[in-house]
């Protein structure tokens, strides 16, 4: 008697793991760079210098931040076409404050505080994998936070807007961080809390978050794959 074999069905191939889609975000990240601002270090636009600057209803932070990175004497200071003394005396002459120099540095640094958690989370993410620095700064900033923040010890060649010419989110200034960290933009990771600089990252060929804790970051560098977390 003759059997027949029943013909080998194919298998059906199963649709890519989470694990894999893990891996294959661990293989096309291979840098990652931090915005510093609200994301690095925390800025309160209430006290400091800028308790000055309120009166009736104060604004949210928010309408602070923007009005400022829009003003165009600030840009221009952030982008260190003019010495900090000159910035000093417009931004007084504006407010009406009778200040000195150093007064007034000590006012205008005093609006950082820490993140929790953020240091040490940078700091094991630093391990594995090469970590840049792209910030709109200007240089009074840029010297408190480098003597108070050590953190930024990590960094050996930050991308600062005081010392670039320009600010996010110009091309170019996504284009010199993945530089400065040896990596092609399109395997570049950025982080950063404004939505127009993540934006202007994702034109420039990067993978983005939008930071809005270092807990929730974690759980999304975690779900990317990114080792030693």
């Given at each position: 008697?003759?059997?027949?074999?029943?013909?080998?069905?194919?298998?059906?191939?199963?649709?890519?793991?989470?694990?894999?889609?893990?891996?294959?975000?661990?293989?096309?990240?291979?840098?990652?760079?931090?915005?510093?601002?609200?994301?690095?270090?925390?800025?309160?636009?209430?006290?400091?210098?800028?308790?000055?600057?309120?009166?009736?209803?104060?604004?949210?932070?928010?309408?602070?931040?923007?009005?400022?990175?829009?003003?165009?004497?600030?840009?221009?200071?952030?982008?260190?076409?003019?010495?900090?003394?000159?910035?000093?005396?417009?931004?007084?002459?504006?407010?009406?404050?009778?200040?000195?120099?150093?007064?007034?540095?000590?006012?205008?640094?005093?609006?950082?505080?820490?993140?929790?958690?953020?240091?040490?989370?940078?700091?094991?993410?630093?391990?594995?994998?090469?970590?840049?620095?792209?910030?709109?700064?200007?240089?009074?900033?840029?010297?408190?936070l480098s003597e108070t923040?050590?953190?930024?010890?990590?960094?050996?060649?930050?991308?600062?807007?005081?010392r670039i010419g320009i600010?996010?989110?110009?091309?170019?200034?996504?284009?010199?961080?993945?530089?400065?960290?040896?990596?092609?933009?399109?395997?570049?990771?950025?982080?950063?809390?404004?939505?127009?600089?993540?934006?202007?990252?994702?034109?420039?060929?990067?993978?983005?978050?939008?930071?809005?804790?270092?807990?929730?970051?974690?759980?999304?560098?975690?779900?990317?794959?990114?080792?030693?977390?």
């Open positions: 008697m003759r059997f027949e074999t029943a013909p080998k069905q194919e298998r059906k191939q199963k649709p890519e793991t989470e694990k894999g889609n893990k891996e294959m975000q661990k293989k096309t990240i291979q840098a990652i760079i931090f915005d510093l601002g609200r994301v690095l270090v925390d800025v309160d636009l209430t006290r400091g210098i800028f308790k000055y600057t309120i009166s009736g209803k104060p604004p949210s932070e928010k309408q602070v931040l923007d009005s400022l990175m829009k003003d165009s004497f600030y840009q221009d200071y952030a982008c260190g076409r003019f010495p900090a003394e000159k910035f000093q005396k417009e931004f007084c002459r504006r407010l009406n404050l009778d200040m000195d120099f150093e007064t007034f540095k000590k006012e205008w640094n005093n609006v950082f505080k820490p993140i929790p958690g953020m240091d040490e989370l940078v700091r094991r993410i630093h391990k594995t994998y090469p970590t840049g620095l792209l910030s709109d700064i200007g240089p009074l900033h840029w010297e408190h923040l050590p953190l930024l010890k990590l960094f050996s060649n930050p991308v600062l807007s005081f600010l996010k989110p110009n091309k170019k200034t996504y284009l010199l961080a993945a530089d400065s960290v040896g990596i092609a933009p399109e395997y570049c990771l950025f982080i950063d809390d404004r939505e127009i600089n993540v934006q202007g990252a994702e034109k420039a060929g990067m993978k983005t978050l939008l930071f809005e804790s270092p807990a929730k970051l974690r759980k999304e560098l975690q779900k990317m794959g990114i080792a030693g977390l």
